[in-house]
């Protein structure tokens, strides 16, 4: 984890939404329903009501501060508690002070106020409690552990990772990469602005059979070939995001703001288990750019990948229709 020259909390913040509301562009302002947000997915969708005008959004927050925060003898003064949404991909960061709601200086609420324009889909929100320690104003006392993700654009809270699936000929394609691999049945592309996975539709029945809906033994191999699918992606999104750090002057790698953030706090704790995030983000970034360790470590990706990808249990129910059906031949 982390190191600072000075006493911090040693708990995280704890961050909730508690309410969401939309400003239209009639001036009208429309309160959206809880379904907007889910507190298990940490996830905020702006797109949930359907409203193609809305121009703005005002989020409700709420923040817990862990135990001591507010204690006489603590190491800092001038505590402060504020709310920082972030974008990586349009480099916007807007932050809100939150209003401290009890005496003991744990329970902090306020809101946040998201311009549409200024965020092309997710970003990320994040609260920080800062204060003036060793005479130096502003420095961090404690944080949230997890952020939670704003989606300007989806009208599900779903934390995951966004994708875009788009399907081509490869032999007839404009993109060189596609021609140039003309037997792969999918490829993943990590280079866009959200991870891309194009899907071969030259091999013949690929096309119907991830579209089928039914629930007999193709359904079953649809879903075995989609977590196939997924597992491929969970790898080249974990490489693309460890790729493609930036580091600290000290040589301390950070995370990003964008999906390779989610991707890396989502995947880590799999790769490196029982290593907190921070730390997992450092152990892993010296074995890739180190001298060993990098290679040993690629059965733990392909595990993380594996288990985000649900392919035990896809496996096992194709598995049990294969058998059902010999049964009943």
């Known amino acids: 984890m982390k190191i600072y020259p000075y006493k911090r ?13 939309l400003g239209l562009a009639d001036g009208t302002r429309d309160r959206l329903e809880t379904t907007a947000y889910s507190i298990p997915q940490q996830t905020v969708a702006l797109g949930v009501a359907g409203d193609t005008d809305w121009l703005s959004a005002t989020i409700g927050l709420s923040a817990t501060l862990p135990p001591g925060a507010n204690a006489l003898e603590a190491a800092w003064s001038d505590l402060e508690v504020l709310a920082v949404l972030t974008d990586g991909e349009t480099n916007v960061r807007t932050s809100a002070r939150l209003t401290r709601d009890t005496d003991d200086g744990r329970d902090w609420s306020g809101v946040l106020d998201v311009l549409r ?22 420095r961090s006392i404690a944080e949230t552990d997890r952020n939670w993700i704003v989606d300007t654009v989806s009208v599900e809270p779903v934390h995951g990772l966004p994708l875009d699936v788009q399907k081509a ?69 974990f490489h693309g995001a460890i790729g493609d750090l930036e580091v600290e002057p000290g040589g301390t790698p950070v995370f990003p703001t964008d999906w390779r953030g989610e991707v890396l706090r989502e995947m880590l704790p799999d790769v490196m288990p029982g290593v907190h995030v921070e730390e997992a983000l450092r152990q892993v970034h010296r074995r890739r750019t180190g001298e060993s360790g990098w290679v040993e470590l690629q059965t ?25 059906l010999n049964k009943e031949v």
């Not at 324009?117 to 502003?138: E, K």
């Not at 404009?174 to 071969?200: E, G």
């Open 9 to 21: 909390l040693n708990r995280p913040v704890t961050l909730r939404v508690t309410s969401v509301t």
């Open 117 to 138: 324009d200024d965020h092309l889909g997710r970003a990320s929100l994040a609260v920080h409690a800062v204060g003036t320690v060793d005479g130096i104003r502003g």
């Open 169 to 237: 000929s490869f032999t007839k394609s404009a993109r060189t990469l596609l021609r140039a691999c003309p037997d792969a049945p999918w490829l993943v592309d990590v280079s866009a602005r959200v991870p891309t996975v194009f899907v071969n539709t030259d091999v013949e029945g690929i096309d119907g059979l991830l579209g089928s809906r039914g629930s007999g033994v193709d359904s079953k191999v649809r879903d075995l070939l989609v977590a196939q699918m997924a597992t491929d992606v969970w790898t080249a999104v």
């Open 300 to 324: 733990r990706v392909h595990y993380a990948a594996v288990h985000r990808a649900d392919t035990m249990k896809a496996l096992a129910y194709a598995i049990r229709s294969l058998e059902q």
